[in-house]
């Protein structure tokens, strides 16, 4: 099956800065990559997607990159705000149906 | 945002007790999912249905079950409740373009 492996586990960057988070997949036939969002309480949110058809896409301050020859990918954030808080999962898939996770990565935005 | 719904929202319990949790959506998806959130929050998938039928059934104790009276419900039941049951329990539905809509989340605190 699909494993995902999703580093850094946590970040801290100070506001104003970009924030990266990289993942790896290991089943070349996953050809969907979600990136979601879990605020504090909250429920995971799907924030920006890609297939393996695109190299890259953007969307305001967040971008994903995805290398499929080296089964990485990456999320991109700039111009951190505070409310970039949260823990993003990386996903990647699908497999009859199933996405697997990252481990998730808790971003903290310093003022 | 009621598009994928759960109740209850908080559950606290005695040890060997037997709860449900409820799912709704109502955005017509096929398929439903759901998933253990440990205090970690790595988000673990459980069960899978699709159309009332079960597709994924991860490695999870059969004290849980699992039952979709129609696609649009997906309700999880758990008998004899152990201490390590406690986490929160999200719903999610599969929606075109492979993306999940998960529910506000179950977080289940078993005494």
């Known amino acids: 099956g699909e494993n995902v492996e999703q580093h850094p586990s946590t970040l801290s960057v100070q506001e104003g800065d970009s924030a990266v988070i990289k993942c790896t997949y290991s089943?070349?036939?996953?050809?969907?990559f979600p990136w979601y969002k879990q605020e504090l309480g909250k429920r995971p949110q799907l924030i920006i997607d890609?297939?393996?058809?695109?190299g890259e896409k953007k969307d305001q301050r967040i971008a994903v990159t995805l290398n499929k020859t080296a089964k990485h990918f990456s999320l991109h954030i700039t111009e951190t705000q505070p409310e970039d808080s949260a823990v993003y999962f990386c996903?990647?898939?699908?497999?009859?149906?199933?996405?697997?996770f990252g481990a998730g990565t808790t971003v903290t935005v310093r003022a | 945002d009621t598009a994928v719904s759960q109740t209850p929202k908080y559950l606290v319990t005695q040890m060997g007790n037997d709860k449900s949790i409820k799912c709704e959506q109502n955005?017509?998806?096929?398929?439903m999912y759901w998933y253990k959130q440990d205090s970690k929050k790595f988000l673990k998938i459980m069960f899978s249905?699709?159309?009332?039928?079960?597709?994924i059934n991860e490695t999870v104790p059969n004290r849980f079950s699992p039952k979709s009276p129609d696609k649009a419900h997906l309700n999880l039941h758990i008998n004899s409740l152990e201490l390590g049951d406690s986490a929160v329990y999200f719903c999610?539905?599969?929606?075109?373009?492979?993306?999940?809509?998960f529910g506000p989340g179950t977080r289940l605190l078993v005494l």
């Open positions: 089943d070349s036939a996953s050809n969907y």
């Open positions: 999610a539905s599969l929606g075109p373009q492979e993306t999940q809509y």
């Open positions: 955005l017509g998806h096929d398929t």
């Open positions: 996903a990647a898939g699908p497999n009859d149906y199933k996405l697997s």
């Open positions: 890609i297939r393996s058809n695109v």
């Open positions: 249905y699709n159309n009332k039928e079960l597709i």
